[in-house]
């Protein structure tokens, strides 16, 4: 059965930095793209990240952010352990949220879209502040 599991959330201060982890199991599948998104209170969930393939290979060369992320969050993926991170830095207060990871199984063309995932994970609580 697949799985999607985060983890990493935490307390930081403004300005720090964490790293979220998204740990994928069961799939007999390659799936065609992993994205992050959040939702604080209040609001809707956003996509924040991406990684997929092109061409359905486990070849994950495309990445993408939302622009309130761009220039300090980083996607990357451990092909052996099967996870993806996200690594957050400069965080602000604003990027309190709950952050989910969410696996694709066919293709979109936008995987910044909560519809072109049919994978999710729990979610993990993010909360920035002094």
């Not at 983890?7 to 799939?27: E, H, I, M, N, T």
């Not at 994950?60 to 993806?84: E, L, M």
Request: glycine content about 10%.
């Amino acid at each position: 059965q697949e799985q999607v599991v985060e983890s990493g959330g935490g307390l930081v201060q403004p300005g720090g930095s964490l790293r979220l982890s998204c740990a994928l199991s069961g799939f007999t599948f390659t799936y065609y793209a992993i994205g992050w998104f959040r939702q604080a209170p209040g609001k809707a969930r956003e996509g924040i990240s991406y990684i997929s393939t092109p061409d359905g290979t486990p070849s994950y060369t495309d990445s993408s952010y939302a622009d309130s992320v761009k220039g300090r969050f980083t996607i990357s993926r451990d092909a052996a352990k099967n996870t993806v991170y996200l690594q957050m830095n400069s965080l602000k207060p604003e990027d309190t949220a709950v952050y989910y990871c969410a696996a694709a199984s066919d293709h979109s063309d936008n995987y910044l879209q909560l519809v072109a995932y049919d994978y999710w994970g729990q979610g993990t609580q993010v909360t920035v502040s002094s």
